[in-house]
């Protein structure tokens, strides 16, 4: 059975950094591409960020470009997510989710996500 | 970067009616789109990938269509778990941009 967990929710400071981290059983996680997806409380789903299979090749949509850092570890199934300079508007819940392209193909299409972790952002 | 727009934003329909959802791509995506449904407290679960392939386990009575700009995402006969919030995803290219959502609810 494919299991995404991910790390508990946080409170973080503005202008603080985060990660959050998501361990991955169930499949071959150095296969896959991955992704990180945030939904604001009440909103919609708004796509992060992607990493290859190998973590070679990253993706960021712009409005996280240079604030936000994917990155896995295959050795230990494990991906993650790290924010810099933390805003009120980063406030929301992410989910990490596999992609379902075989051979290391990038499908964007997530088959599989994790339960979420909140993260609030207060001073 | 390619936006997606979703339509209706909400919809208010009775057990056993029929109804569609549509989603239009600000260019040619091909046939890249995916739909999901999500429910309140949970992850979203993917429905239909490629514009009309159900993914397993998915009740036939949900069927997607569409090619180019224009999809639609069907419901022929509304179930009660069946109401809950609707996204299309473009799977072209990244980012792999969402629709607003188009939340379903019990009429």
Same mark, same amino acid.
């Given at each position: 059975?494919?299991?995404?967990?991910?790390?508990?929710?946080?409170?973080?400071?503005?202008?603080?950094?985060?990660?959050?981290?998501?361990?991955?059983?169930?499949?071959?996680?150095? +296969?896959?591409?991955?992704?990180?997806?945030?939904?604001?409380?009440?909103?919609?789903?708004?796509?992060?960020?992607?990493?290859?299979?190998?973590?070679?090749?990253?993706?960021?949509? /712009?409005?996280?470009?240079?604030?936000?850092?994917?990155?896995?570890?295959?050795?230990?199934?494990?991906?993650?997510?790290?924010?810099?300079?933390?805003?009120?508007?980063?406030?929301?819940?992410?989910?990490?989710?596999?992609?379902?392209?075989?051979?290391?193909?990038?499908?964007?299409?997530? /088959?599989?996500?994790?339960?979420?972790?909140?993260?609030?952002?207060?001073? | 970067?390619?936006?997606?727009?979703?339509?209706?934003?909400?919809?208010?329909?009775?057990?056993?009616?029929?109804?569609?959802?549509?989603?239009?791509?600000?260019?040619?995506? /091909?046939?890249?789109?995916?739909?999901?449904?999500?429910?309140?407290?949970?992850?979203?679960?993917?429905?239909?990938?490629?514009?009309?392939?159900?993914?397993?386990?998915?009740?036939?009575?949900?069927?997607?269509?569409?090619?180019?700009?224009?999809?639609?995402?069907?419901?022929?006969?509304?179930?009660? +778990? /069946?109401?809950?919030?609707?996204?299309?995803?473009?799977?072209?290219?990244?980012?792999?941009?969402?629709?607003?959502?188009?939340?379903?609810?019990?009429?």
């Amino acid at each position: 059975e494919v299991q995404l967990v991910q790390s508990g929710g946080v409170v973080v400071k503005p202008g603080g950094t985060l990660r959050v981290s998501c361990e991955a059983s169930g499949f071959a996680f150095d +296969e896959k591409a991955m992704h990180w997806v945030r939904q604001v409380p009440g909103k919609g789903l708004e796509w992060l960020s992607s990493i290859s299979w190998d973590g070679g090749t990253t993706d960021y949509t /712009d409005s996280v470009k240079g604030r936000f850092t994917i990155s896995r570890d295959n050795t230990k199934s494990s991906l993650f997510l790290q924010v810099d300079s933390l805003t009120f508007e980063d406030t929301g819940f992410y989910y990490c989710a596999k992609d379902t392209g075989n051979l290391g193909e990038l499908s964007l299409t997530l /088959d599989h996500w994790g339960q979420g972790t909140l993260v609030t952002v207060s001073a | 970067d390619i936006q997606m727009t979703q339509s209706p934003s909400s919809l208010s329909a009775a057990v056993g009616d029929r109804v569609s959802i549509t989603c239009r791509a600000s260019q040619n995506i /091909d046939i890249y789109l995916n739909w999901y449904q999500q429910k309140p407290g949970k992850a979203p679960k993917l429905l239909i990938h490629v514009a009309s392939a159900l993914e397993s386990g998915v009740p036939s009575r949900f069927s997607g269509s569409g090619s180019g700009t224009d999809f639609t995402l069907t419901i022929s006969s509304l179930q009660p +778990e /069946d109401f809950a919030t609707y996204y299309c995803q473009q799977s072209y290219s990244p980012p792999g941009a969402f629709g607003q959502g188009t939340r379903l609810d019990i009429k």
